[in-house]
């Protein structure tokens, strides 16, 4: 088979994932609260040395007709509230955001066969929280946010240089960089799920969720209380 016909027949693709001694079961997780579950998945994930970004994740938005679009972000920040990332307010991003704040998140961690499913509405972070981020960066990585309008046609890669190269001249070595119009969004989310491959293919899939009125459809069978506002049940893979 020539090198082409390779990568065009690629459904004989098998890799081995967990064994059944290595299930992801409900009695294992000691907080019934998706983020406790996260913050447990994360330090595994940063403990791996093959994992060399644990907080890309793609982020998945739609526009006012309904057309999604999913790209990867960098998740800054993950506490009882949700996850923060930082944009563009300008990007295509951010302009779906605001016509559609509903959002989904996925994070695909390979070396442990470990997903997680975010799905919730996105907001804007208070300015002063985005400020004080932004200058934290490295100033190369603030400059680079200033001379980029994201997601917008520009001429050749020149360009960016030029305007980079304007904003350093302007700035000098020592004044702060301005803030453009960037930013971060923070996703409350109503749905977390997490999902762990088994070699058999039936794979761990315990979804938490929470929002109104979800605690009236615990049974103690499929639906099950959690703790803080979350209900949890397993899906079938």
């Not at 779906?96 to 994070?107: G, L």
């Not at 946010?145 to 997601?151: D, E, I, R």
């Amino acid at each position: 088979m020539s090198d082409a016909a390779s990568v065009e027949h690629f459904s004989a693709l098998r890799m081995k994932y967990h064994e059944r001694k290595d299930a992801f079961l409900e009695q294992n997780i000691k907080v019934k609260d998706p983020f406790c579950v996260f913050r447990d998945w994360l330090s595994d994930a940063l403990n791996a040395k093959e994992i060399l970004e644990p907080n890309a994740a793609a982020l998945a938005t739609v526009n006012d007709e309904g057309k999604p679009s999913n790209r990867f972000v960098l998740v800054k920040e993950a506490t009882a509230e949700g996850f923060t990332f930082f944009t563009n307010y300008s990007s295509r991003k951010a302009e779906e955001i605001a016509c559609n704040p509903n959002v989904a998140i996925t994070i695909y961690w390979m070396p442990l066969r470990r997903s997680i499913r975010i799905e919730g509405v996105a907001e804007k972070i208070p300015q002063e929280a985005s400020l004080k981020y932004f200058h934290e960066r490295p100033r190369a990585s603030q400059i680079g946010a200033a001379a980029s309008p994201q997601s917008q046609r520009i001429p050749s890669r020149s360009y960016l240089d030029e305007v980079e190269a304007g904003i350093k001249a302007k700035l000098g070595a020592d004044t702060e960089v301005p803030l453009p119009n960037w930013g971060g969004y923070l996703v409350r989310p109503s749905l977390i799920e997490f999902w762990q491959g088994q070699t058999d293919r039936l794979h761990d899939r315990i979804r938490f969720r929470r929002g109104s009125g979800v605690e009236s459809e615990v049974d103690g069978k499929l639906v099950h209380a959690g703790e803080n506002g979350w209900i949890y049940e397993r899906l079938a893979p």
